[in-house]
Structures are given as structure tokens and as C-alpha cells.
């Protein structure tokens, strides 16, 4: 009943977009907070971004006005669409679900994140 399976991932050019997308089983769904994470090769994991049960969403800063979270809830699915990708951007992308503040900070994981529930992750490549 713990599954998280991410797909969308995928080599693109700067400036393009890509929508990645997560089923989770009815367990997963059931946890408050969802989102996506990223961890770069020779990089901490960061926050990308988080969206809770009530459909409050919050980025991080080099999100904020390129990535959008969403979620379906009949589906229990969930997204984040991409544009105007960067090579910063390139990153294997995780999506986690987890009990905890749902939010995503300057630096570092909120409690809550390292013992929640991980996918396997999807890569996302991005050429410049």
C-alpha cells in the first residue's frame, strides 16, 4: 500500500517544458503533505514543491513562476508541470509524501521529510 510511482521525466532543451506526474496509492494519498523534491548529482536534496491536503502549494524560490503543483485527488495524482526549464534544473526529481509542515523552506528539508515516503524518482535533463 506504500507506492509513489513518478513518470514525465526526460531530456528537453532550455526554454522547454516538461509535465511530470505521480500516482500514489490511496495510503500515500492519505498523507497531508505532497510534493516534489530534486537531488542533483554532488547536490543536497531540495524542495521544489509542496502542495497539502486543502490545495495550499508553496515553491521554492527558483520555482516560483515556472513550476506549478497540482493534484487530482479522484485520481490521486499528482503533478508538476514544468516550463522554461533551465540546466539548473537537471536533477533527479522525487515525489514524497509525508506528515509534517507542508512547505518548502530557503535551505535544507522540513522535519518531516526524510521519514516520509519516497518514490523512485524520475530524471529530468536539461541541455543548454
Known amino acids: 500500500h506504500e507506492e509513489l510511482m513518478e513518470s514525465g521525466g526526460g531530456s528537453v532543451q532550455a526554454g522547454g517544458s516538461l509535465r511530470l506526474s505521480c500516482e500514489a496509492s490511496e495510503y500515500m494519498y492519505s498523507m497531508y503533505c505532497r510534493g516534489w523534491f530534486r537531488q542533483a548529482p554532488g547536490k543536497e536534496r531540495e524542495g521544489v514543491a509542496v502542495?497539502?491536503?486543502?490545495?495550499?502549494?508553496s515553491y521554492a524560490e527558483s520555482a516560483m513562476g515556472r513550476f506549478t503543483i497540482s493534484q487530482d485527488s479522484a485520481k490521486k495524482i499528482l503533478y508538476l508541470q514544468m516550463n522554461d526549464l533551465k540546466p539548473d534544473d537537471t536533477a533527479m526529481y522525487y515525489c514524497?509524501?509525508?506528515?509534517?509542515?507542508?512547505?518548502?523552506?530557503?535551505?535544507?528539508?522540513?522535519?518531516?521529510?526524510?521519514?516520509?515516503?519516497w518514490g523512485q524518482g524520475t530524471q529530468v535533463t536539461v541541455m543548454s
Open positions: 502542495i497539502d491536503g486543502d490545495g495550499m502549494t
Open positions: 514524497v509524501a509525508y506528515r509534517g509542515w507542508c512547505t518548502v523552506p530557503k535551505e535544507g528539508l522540513v522535519p518531516g521529510v526524510d521519514s516520509g515516503y
